[in-house]
């Protein structure tokens, strides 16, 4: 079973855990990491990394909480472990820790032409057999329209919005 850490500039693979956040995710989609950590003091955010058996990390999601929905904002599994069912442990830990809240992800719409037309929709099927529903609601932001997905129940337009911008006003607070 995957052992669940909670995550902080003190924690002993925190430099492991920035060379997979640098390496999973593309510039563009990164938040500072030291924002990161920052943020997870001030708001309701879990920074979690997943361990197995042996205390070796293995991955990390990032979600931020609000009520009763939390949205996963980043999710990653380390390279040597992509393809070994690690992140289908990750995912189910992570909807056992949350099974009375709604989760919420969003990711690149499968339906827009792109380059990574196989990985998004890939990441979509994966996503739906984790228990992910699609309800059909569609959000674009700098040219990228994304599928908002959940589990736990249906997120409406107006709670995805504000959720989102509730993020981004904190993420603004760590400037100062």
Do not use: C
């Not at 990441?123 to 739906?128: G, L, S, V």
């Amino acid at each position: 079973m995957m052992e669940i850490k909670e995550l902080n500039k003190n924690s002993k693979d925190i430099d492991l855990v920035k060379q997979l956040y640098v390496e999973a995710f593309p510039k563009v989609e990164r938040i500072p990491f030291d924002a990161l950590l920052l943020l997870q003091e001030r708001a309701d955010i879990k920074f979690l990394g997943f361990y197995d058996e042996n205390g070796q990390f293995k991955g990390l999601t990032y979600t931020y909480h609000h009520d009763d929905l939390s949205w996963l904002f980043y999710f990653a599994v380390m390279p040597s472990e992509r393809g070994k069912g690690i992140g289908t442990k990750i995912i189910q830990r992570l909807l056992e820790k949350y099974k009375d809240e709604r989760l919420m992800i969003d990711i690149e719409d499968v339906d827009q032409p792109a380059d990574n037309s196989l990985q998004r929709k890939k990441r979509y099927e994966f996503y739906k057999r984790m228990g992910f529903v699609d309800y059909g609601l569609r959000k674009t932001w700098p040219g990228i329209t994304y599928n908002i997905m959940s589990s736990g129940g249906r997120v409406t337009s107006d709670e995805y919005d504000k959720i989102v911008n509730e993020f981004w006003d904190l993420l603004q607070l760590t400037d100062d």
